[in-house]
């Protein structure tokens, strides 16, 4: 009975609490109904003004009587355009689209100062043009070896006959090859035109006289530990530091290190002493130079050589 009654006051004792709880949470409950009955009221108000003001409007709309009637409603069988003239529009529009693209053609080709046809250098200088040469798109550096037979081949030939008429004289050997700026072609130039001279069974000499940024070395898949640097300061010989080429009586002679001071050693004694050799050693001698616009190496080089070509 002890422990029947212990049980019975534990349960007792439960439902105090349970009661105790809600009483805790009625006057929350009760101010949230306040709250929502006060919303309910605001809502309510505004809802019942926009209703009247509905009613206004529609009251207004209503009383208002327009001057206006329709007499003959529209319909395809009675509409005409009026005013216009269809092959006047047609006229009209036909004439802008063709001067108007044709004004803007006209405009960027006045304003183009690219070189894109040979009649450009033609009609702006009197000097001669010893040929064309196509793009080349295989990436080969000498297609003028790999492919001989080829049009591209055939079009370093007709500048190779050129030349001939060009410096008919024995003793002039020295070509210099330059242009305007960087990516033109130039050592590809140069490099083409020593092999297609070297096919004619001559002995031609390449010389990498671009001292600042050297390039024809990598064509070779060569080292520029040694080249033409290193002979105008008197620490190499010509012997030392001539490379032999793929092909058959072309030699390489690489720039070098790059010296701080490029200009200076062009115009030393060194350097025609240099030249001079070149001259007793080889039938042609091709130089690569600095793009002409923007150092002067070209412009030393121009004073010692016989034949200088520009490429464009």
Same mark, same amino acid.
Request: hydrophobic residues 40%; charged residues 25%; aromatic residues 6%.
């Given at each position: ?187 590809? %130039?140069?490099? @083409?035109? #020593? ?5 004619? $069974?001559?002995?031609? =000499? !390449?010389?990498? /006289? ?47 290190? %790059?010296?701080? @001071?490029? #200009? ?5 004694? $060194?350097?025609?002493? =240099? !030249?001079?050799? /070149? ?34």
């Amino acid at each position: 009975m002890i422990k029947n009654n212990e049980l019975a006051l534990k349960q007792v004792d439960s439902e105090e609490k349970t009661i105790n709880q809600r009483l805790l949470q009625l006057p929350i409950s009760e101010q949230e109904l306040l709250n929502i009955k006060r919303k309910h009221e605001v809502t309510n108000q505004f809802y019942t003004f926009l209703l009247e003001k509905q009613a206004e409007a529609g009251i207004q709309r209503a009383s208002t009587i327009s001057n206006i009637r329709v007499l003959d409603k529209a319909d395809n069988f009675n509409v005409s355009a009026v005013g216009t003239k269809k092959s006047l529009v047609y006229l009209i529009a036909l004439m802008i689209g063709l001067i108007l693209p044709g004004a803007v053609i006209f405009i960027f080709d006045l304003t183009d100062t690219r070189v894109k046809e040979l009649n450009d250098i033609r009609s702006n200088t009197s000097l001669p043009v010893l040929g064309v040469v196509a793009h080349d798109k295989t990436g080969n550096s000498l297609p003028v070896h790999s492919k001989p037979g080829s049009s591209f081949a055939e079009s370093f030939r007709h500048i190779r006959t050129n030349l001939g008429y060009m410096i008919p004289e024995p003793g002039k050997k020295l070509i210099m090859v330059t242009s305007t700026v960087s990516g033109e072609g130039k050592s590809f %130039i140069a490099l @083409n035109l #020593a092999s297609i001279f070297a096919m004619n $069974n001559k002995k031609v =000499l !390449l010389c990498g /006289f671009d001292l600042r940024r050297p390039t024809l070395h990598k064509i070779f898949q060569m080292e520029n530990r040694e080249g033409i640097s290193e002979i105008l300061i008197g620490k190499k010989r010509f012997e030392d530091v001539v490379k032999d080429s793929p092909i058959s009586g072309l030699h390489f002679l690489p720039s070098g290190p %790059i010296p701080p @001071n490029p #200009a200076e050693l062009l115009e030393s004694k $060194n350097m025609q002493d =240099l !030249l001079e050799t /070149f001259k007793a050693k080889y039938d042609y001698i091709i130089i690569d130079t600095p793009p002409m616009a923007l150092v002067t190496d070209a412009q030393l080089i121009s004073r010692y050589t016989d034949t200088n070509i520009f490429v464009i």
